[in-house]
T-cell receptor, first 114, second 115 residues
């Protein structure tokens, strides 16, 4: 079945540690996105990529980094510079344009600080 | 910049009744896309319904329908015959036309369904 797989489902970070959240899609979508969701809040865009080997900062990119070496993969690294990383992280993908520009989401990763 | 507003942080509805969730947006574009997403307690985001701005006919998906008022920049979601499984956060989203545009999400409305 086509879809977006995020792993792990739960992740714990120690102080000063970098952690990487995985996002893989087999929908053949060009565009991929990372969002952060805090309790009771909406989605805030961290980074997005419209094509392989290219990505752009979203609204809250500080303390995060990404790579897009393959079309199907868009990992997010939460660096030690992110002082408040506890949140729910959602990965999404979509076509770049056209009538089928629906954004599809993974099941999310919940990140907590030890 | 485009913005999406959902003025109702929380709503409740009795099972089998009808409820309407509000959404307004700000844009200078004439052609764009609007979406309603549902996020149940599992936190999986699910597309509920989608509207293309150039289509005057309101979109419908089973018990879910929209009231799209382009001039007023309003895009409300109506849920008929509400079911317990409809309880969730509902997010309104806007996407501009063109190549490689990003989605803009509203802050969400938490819907409770009372038995």
């Amino acid at each position: 079945d086509g879809g977006i797989t995020q792993s792990p489902k739960y992740l714990f970070r120690k102080e000063g540690q970098n952690v990487t959240l995985s996002c893989e899609q087999n929908l053949n979508h060009d565009a991929m996105y990372w969002y952060r969701q805090d309790p009771g809040q909406g989605l805030r865009l961290i980074y997005y990529s419209q094509i392989v080997n290219d990505f752009q900062k979203g609204d809250i990119a500080e303390g995060y980094s990404v790579s897009r070496e393959k079309k199907e993969s868009f990992p997010l690294t939460v660096t030690s510079a992110q002082k408040n990383p506890t949140a729910f992280y959602l990965c999404a993908s979509s076509q770049r344009t056209g009538a089928k520009n629906i954004q599809y989401f993974g099941a999310g990763t919940r990140l907590s600080v030890l | 910049a485009q913005t999406v507003t959902q003025s109702q942080p929380e709503m409740s509805v009795q099972e089998a009744e009808t409820v309407t969730l509000s959404c307004t947006y700000d844009t200078s574009e004439s052609d764009y896309y609007l979406f309603w997403y549902k996020q149940p307690p599992s936190r999986q985001m699910i597309l509920v319904i989608r509207q293309e701005a150039y289509k005057q006919q309101n979109a419908t998906e089973n018990r879910f329908s929209v009231n799209f008022q382009k001039a007023a920049k309003s895009f409300s979601l109506k849920i008929s015959d509400s079911q317990l499984g409809d309880a969730a956060m509902y997010f309104c989203a806007y996407r501009p036309p063109g190549y490689g545009q990003n989605f803009v999400f509203g802050p969400g409305t938490r819907l409770s369904v009372l038995p």
